[in-house]
């Protein structure tokens, strides 16, 4: 079982940054998958961001070259860098994490940080 707890989320200008972090409450050393999804209001959740234990990683095309997911295993921490915001990337972003072997869903859920980003 792992808790996971998101901050960093907060208000910014289109073309700023914002750095959020999600703090597991165990070793994220072995944990096979994490990620970062997003949902904004009146939108399905997508997924933004995932990396593996190897440190593969996987983008969504509206973010790549601008996101960039990073994992400290020593530090029990999960980083999402977000650089060029735009307003489109409003929303509640979540930490997720799937300790479960194999591909398949995350079975673990921060419960969010909003990122609003102002024209």
Known sequence: QVQLVESGGGLVQ???SLRLSCAASRSIYSINT????RQAPGT???L???ITSGGSTNYAYSVKGRFTISRDN???TLFLQMN???H???AN???AARTIPGIGAMNYWGKGTLVTVSL
């Open 14 to 16: 289109a073309g700023g």
């Open 34 to 37: 994490m990620g970062w999804y």
């Open 44 to 46: 399905q959740r997508e």
């Open 48 to 50: 933004v961001a995932a």
């Open 74 to 76: 020593a530090g029990n």
């Open 84 to 86: 060029s915001l735009r």
């Open 88 to 90: 489109e990337d409003t």
């Open 93 to 95: 972003y979540y930490c």
